[in-house]
């Protein structure tokens, strides 16, 4: 259950066979494996001992990969950081996290340093062809390593510390078991029947959970080929997918809405070789849902519900009730998980009634890092309190129908929003604000500001879009302001944020 005795399996069942692709890169299990204990030498040169936070912040590259295996198998804990954050953001995440080393892109280098940590970096240089290394470089350094054993491991050390946002805008951490995260990559695996020959593309940035946990290792899991996409792009990953003949794609719905509507050749791409078409991060309507099936010529889609805190696992929704089930996370969970939705008093949900999303399963974190309190408040004996309200239906299915934790989510992304009204109230226009998402067919929601303006002022748009660039991550920021005189709030003087969802959804 050890994460690098999952690349050592692989290795064993199929040695030579392709495990990781990157433009015109390539790695066979049997080289990966060796590539891996090489950066887990150059880990361990740097500085990096068994039990420390190693952070990674890169596109998704090989780097990633090598450094993510490297960790495990010097003994070391993972720490994957959004590589779209701000100096800010990536301040508050080393530190937190406690990071003794960072593996960054070369292209986020100077985002890095201007974190002002004394944290070392090791930087990436993603070449895409064979042999393309910059001296002194990550990848320099691992071609130029010796291979090491390793450290001794056991299952039940952690693995990584993911972060996600939370309801109060700092980001907590979820702290993983090795034995944790092979059991949410052999669960995803069952839960959309990935195969040996699988050739999954990754062009979700691989850092999120999902990307990292349920697909790249699901897929490892399997000895099925990775094949890394540097960065989304609608046309790049139609052509990928031909080039490569990919079996199996995940993204936010946006990322199979986006090719539609943006390559007007979209016809003339091969898709055939694609057996699964996976999405995540919110569901779809049945409109949108046929449009889908039609123009990727495939009725086998699948949709997962999950979040950090669970490995991500949780449920899934399968091709055959894409239309009939439309909007609905699935019945019960996948396999390895329970799922129950439970009203107030701890009472399991009838059909027709609402209550809160309830997950147990063996993938679940070990807790939030250093917050105890939050850890406890999260879970009800085996139970994780998802924060999701759901309603079931009369034939057992779950759809959600509110966020408790007022997290946004927007093209895939979590967006806290009282990170974001606490970025926005050091704006001197700013008197009040409120952060909600309006819902949208393409990204699942977008980001809106309500804000109350100082006496005398009138901010726009821009200028309160141009306040929060260095500060929040650019697909946090608002993409629309309202002003108002108040806020609604509750006679306790909270924001009532469930009637400002309401005339936005109006």
Known sequence: MHLSAMLDSAVRKAGGKEAL???????????????????????RDAGLRPGDRLAVMTYNTPAFVLAAFGAWHAGAVLVPVNHKFQAMEVERLLRHSGARLAVVDEALADVARAAGTDVPLVVSHPGEKPGDRTEGSFEALVESARDWAGAPRSDTDIAQILYTSGTSGAPKGC????????????????????????????????????PLNNWMLGTVFMGGTVVLQHEYHPRVMLKTIEEERITAVFGAPIALIAPLQSVPDFDGFDLTSVRSWIYGAGPLDADTARRLMKAYGSENFHQVYGMSEMGPVGSSLSPEEQVEKAGSIGRGGMPGVDLRVVRQGGVDAVPGETGEIWLRSDTRMVGYLDNDEATAQAFVGDWYRSGDLGRIDEDGFVTIVDRMQDVIITGGENVASQEVEGALRGHADVLDVAVVGRPHQQWGETVVAVVVPREGAEPTLDELRAWLEPRIARYK??????????????????????VLRAEFTA
Not at 199 to 209: G, Y
């Open 21 to 43: 692709v990157h433009g015109e890169q390539r790695w066979s299990y049997a080289e990966l494996a060796a590539d891996v204990r090489r950066a887990a030498a150059v880990l």
């Open 477 to 498: 920021i608002p993409r629309e302001l309202v002003l108002r005189s108040q806020l609604p709030r509750t006679p306790s003087g909270k924001v009532t944020k469930h």
């Open 175 to 210: 702290v993983h078991t090795h034995r944790g995260i092979a059991l949410t990559a052999a669960y995803t695996a069952a839960a959309v029947a990935l195969r040996r020959d699988e050739r999954f593309l990754v062009c979700m940035p691989i850092w999120h959970a999902s």
